[in-house]
């Protein structure tokens, strides 16, 4: 998937959170556009144990041809 992609629904308003889904069976979810840094060949997602205080505790990066599909997620 093209970062642009991704940046598009980062970008969106309002925000809709999503799925990101990786060729190895990995699935990230992203809660708020904070999480997500995207650059031209690899994308930062940050990964929280409580995602409603906005503060990540790790980041894991991923290269955006790794990425399969993207999932909207249903609001809480």
Same mark, same amino acid.
């Given at each position: 998937?093209?970062?642009? =992609?991704?940046?598009? %629904?980062?970008? $969106?308003?309002? +925000? /809709?959170? +999503?799925?990101?889904?990786?060729?190895?069976?990995?699935?990230?979810? /992203?809660? #708020?556009?904070?999480? %997500?840094m995207i650059s031209r060949t690899v994308i930062?997602?940050? /990964? $929280?144990?409580?995602?409603?205080?906005?503060?990540?505790?790790?980041?894991?990066? &991923?290269?955006? %041809? #790794?990425? &399969?599909? /993207?999932? =909207?997620?249903?609001? $809480?």
């Amino acid at each position: 998937m093209r970062p642009e =992609n991704i940046r598009q %629904l980062r970008d $969106a308003d309002p +925000f /809709v959170p +999503f799925r990101i889904c990786l060729t190895d069976g990995k699935t990230y979810d /992203v809660p #708020h556009r904070d999480f %997500l840094m995207i650059s031209r060949t690899v994308i930062d997602i940050g /990964v $929280a144990s409580d995602p409603a205080t906005r503060v990540y505790d790790r980041i894991v990066r &991923v290269w955006p %041809l #790794h990425i &399969v599909r /993207v999932e =909207n997620l249903q609001a $809480a």
